[in-house]
Every structure is written in C-alpha cells, then in structure tokens.
C-alpha cells in the first residue's frame, strides 16, 4: 500500500493541525497506522496508531489528551488530530500502515511508510 501524508505547516503554540494519511493502490480498511515523527537531532519516535477496524487506538505519553487519531476507511485516510501544540510537537510526521497484530508502537511492525510532512509550531 502506498501512503501519503500531508496537512503539516505553522501553527503557533496552542493551536492545532490536523494530518491527513491517505492510501492508495489498496483500501485501508485491512491496516493498521501509525503515526511517527522525527525532530531535528532525534530519532524517529511513535505518536500514535489505530487498529484497522478503528476500536483500539495507541498514543504515546507526551500527545495524551492532545491528540487524537480517528480513521475513515470510505475515504481511505487516517487523521492526526493535534490540538494543544507545543514547540516540543515540531517534527517531521510520518504515517505508516501495518497488517496484522504485532507492535503497534515500534517501527518494526510497520510495512509500508509514506513521506513525511513537516509540523512547525512556534513560541
């Protein structure tokens, strides 16, 4: 499956932002995604992800209450909602798809990756 991410910009601190992952070549409705992010100098970490079917969704600490990951197969995507940005959420996201049960929260249990899209919040 292939992916592509987009929506990323300039928002300033407090704001929110809204990524879109959108797949062709194959539904979606059979993957799992994930949402990564790189920042300069870091390594890539996980945010969050969503079981295929939508009913078990994954967040690392730091996004908690921030953000949300909401999927809607009939349109092929899967959304990064980010509200309450902080300068600490600038990065590089990326999405990625998996099939099947293994790790939700590594880069390893991902099969296919998109380019990234760029998040630049501001103090």
């Known amino acids: 499956v292939q992916l592509q991410a987009s929506g990323g910009g300039l928002v300033q601190a407090g704001g929110s932002l809204t990524l879109s992952c959108t797949t062709s070549?194959?539904?979606?409705?059979?993957?799992?995604v994930g949402w990564f992010r790189r920042a300069p100098g870091k390594e890539r970490e996980f945010v969050a992800a969503i079981t295929y079917d939508g009913k078990r969704p994954y967040y690392t600490d730091s996004v908690k209450g921030r953000f949300t990951i909401p999927r809607d197969n009939a349109k092929n995507t899967v959304y990064l909602q980010m509200n309450s940005l902080k300068p600490e959420d600038s990065a590089v996201y990326y999405c990625?798809?998996?099939?099947?049960?293994?790790?939700?929260?590594?880069?390893?249990?991902?099969?296919?990756w998109g380019p990234g899209t760029l998040v630049t919040v501001s103090s």
């Open positions: 990625a798809a998996k099939y099947g049960s293994y790790s939700y929260t590594r880069e390893d249990g991902y099969n296919s």
């Open positions: 070549g194959r539904t979606v409705y059979n993957y799992g």
